[in-house]
């Protein structure tokens, strides 16, 4: 019959083990995020700009990286950038690379429906102020894009969170890699999947709460 | 640098070149030695298997937990179904799916002794079937929440039971109006398999790991492994466009808003 093990829990697991993957996971969260969004926001513009030269190649890169499953952008980077660069470079900074790259398509797209989302009728105005391109987009519809943005945008920080947890393919030291390290050495593996499950629900649910209570918060009544 | 695809016509235990190269794909005489090319339709077999597995439990898991998340509050077992299957969506949609495939492989075994004598492959597609289910019923119920409220009262006035009003009035339109989210998930199911590598399912992206250290001619063991994922999911995307244009019904496009000024 079966019995759960749990005295391995304390706080040295945490320290020992789970720290440093915890750290990994929410700093690639965040870098993501953050280069996501402005790569993204940049490939939003291209999309739209209705320029060949600029459109067909963000639409290309944008369904490309959408349409195959991350591992295996996971795994392409980390073949391709050292054969690029020429050296090797870790599985870490690799992650963080291939995050940005990925999440940006996923970006991209929220910011280009958050753009769409502003009535046409804000840059007519904002032209006939006699507003340049990058004014207008710089003061006018990206603030109230964003701002429209903000509940799909949520949505994917969390899938992003819980995506981090593919970077298992090249062997990055995240909080899954972290629980299962932990797991190997104290001979509990049964245990501490358990514990990472609970984790890993913990965080995103309580994310999602909070994404929940913003998003009632920021909505711009019209 | 160039792209040499004939890696996949190499036998792969000592690299020499088979007799057959297409043999796996023509279907004429096998190899008395498996090719990479072999490797790989194989590997491909097994996504298709665990992707349309886990999408079966999936389509009906969603659907079943989606249309309980609409029930009236009127009874008490409805708001038990209600609370059971919110739990449900919340449970899977908030652990990552790497992770839900460990716990069906590592966990829920230990508890349910006669898992252990599943195969994995099984587990894996029970894994994704789960994880999607809940974001299917999220499909289903934004579906029927979109259905005018007029068409439950107007059930609910003929004498309809509950089961009645959705077996008859809601389900058949809700689920034509999921198509399009369902297909998407669908693709999702296909990508999401790829984790499957991580409890040694032989499947595509196991394939690409292992040939790739074998051969170390990676682009291309790549580039075939991604190419058959998005023609996997063409595939579905195709399936999922037939379904929907012979499911329509004539005269009613959708429940649009022409539809809604009727009311």
Redesign the interface.
Same mark, same amino acid.
């Given at each position: 019959m $079966?019995s759960l093990d749990l005295s391995f829990y304390n706080w040295e697991l945490v320290t020992n083990y789970l720290l440093k993957g915890f750290i990994f996971s929410v700093q690639l969260t965040i870098i993501a995020t953050v280069g996501g969004i402005a790569f993204g926001t940049i490939l939003a513009l291209m999309k739209l700009s209705g320029k060949a030269l600029l459109q067909y190649p963000a639409t290309f890169y944008i369904n490309t990286m959408r &349409? /195959?499953? !991350?591992?295996?952008v996971i !795994?392409?980077f980390f $073949? /391709?950038i050292p054969m690029l660069i020429g050296r090797p470079i870790g599985a870490d900074l690799s992650a963080i690379i291939t995050f940005i790259a990925f999440q940006a398509a996923f970006f991209a797209e929220i910011v280009r429906a958050g753009i769409q989302s502003v009535p046409l009728g804000q840059t007519y105005a904002a032209e006939a102020l006699g507003m340049t391109y990058g004014q207008n987009m710089r003061l006018i519809i990206l603030p109230q894009a964003f701002r429209n943005m903000i509940p799909v945008f949520m949505t994917q920080v /969390?899938i992003l969170f819980?995506?981090t947890? !593919?970077v =298992?393919?090249i062997g990055a030291y995240d909080l !899954?890699k972290g629980f299962e390290i932990a797991g190997k050495n104290y001979g509990r593996? /049964?245990e501490t =999947?358990?514990l990472?499950?609970i984790t =890993? #629900?913990v965080i995103? #649910?309580s994310l &999602?709460r909070l994404a929940r209570r913003i998003q009632a918060k920021v909505a711009i009544i019209r | 640098m160039a792209l040499d695809f004939g890696i996949f016509c190499k036998n792969t235990l000592d690299g020499g070149v088979v007799d057959h190269c297409f043999s796996s794909i023509l279907g004429l005489a096998g190899n008395s030695d498996p090719s990479y090319l072999d490797w790989l339709i194989s590997a491909w077999g097994w996504t298709l298997l665990v992707s349309g597995l886990g999408l079966a439990i999936a389509i009906v898991l969603g659907i079943l937990m989606g249309a309980l998340r609409t029930l009236p509050d009127t009874k008490v077992v409805y708001q038990w179904l209600l609370w059971f299957s919110t739990c449900w969506v919340e449970l899977f949609r908030n652990i990552p799916i790497i992770v839900q495939v460990f716990l069906w492989y590592y966990v829920i075994p230990a508890f349910i002794p006669p898992l252990k004598a599943v195969p994995s492959f099984w587990l894996v597609s029970m894994a994704l079937g789960f994880f999607t289910s809940a974001r299917i019923a999220e499909q289903v119920r934004a579906g029927i929440g979109s259905i005018p409220s007029g068409q439950r009262a107007a059930a609910t006035a003929l004498g309809l039971t509950t089961l009645q009003t959705y077996r008859y009035v809601i389900l058949p339109i809700a689920l034509r109006i999921v198509i399009p989210p369902l297909t998407s998930e669908s693709m999702n199911l296909i990508k999401n398999s790829s984790v499957a590598f991580a409890v040694s399912v032989p499947e595509l992206t196991l394939f690409a790991m292992q040939a790739q250290e074998e051969t170390s001619h990676g682009i291309e063991v790549y580039l075939a492994v991604t190419a058959l994922y998005a023609l996997s999911a063409f595939f579905v995307n195709w399936v999922m466009t037939v379904i929907e244009k012979r499911s329509r019904i004539p005269g009613v496009v959708s429940m649009s808003p022409d539809a809604k000024l009727a009311h």
């Open positions: $079966l &349409s /195959i499953p !991350l591992v295996m !795994l392409w $073949l /391709i /969390i819980q995506d947890s !593919l =298992y393919a !899954l593996p /049964i =999947y358990a990472a499950a =890993y #629900f995103c #649910f &999602s | -």
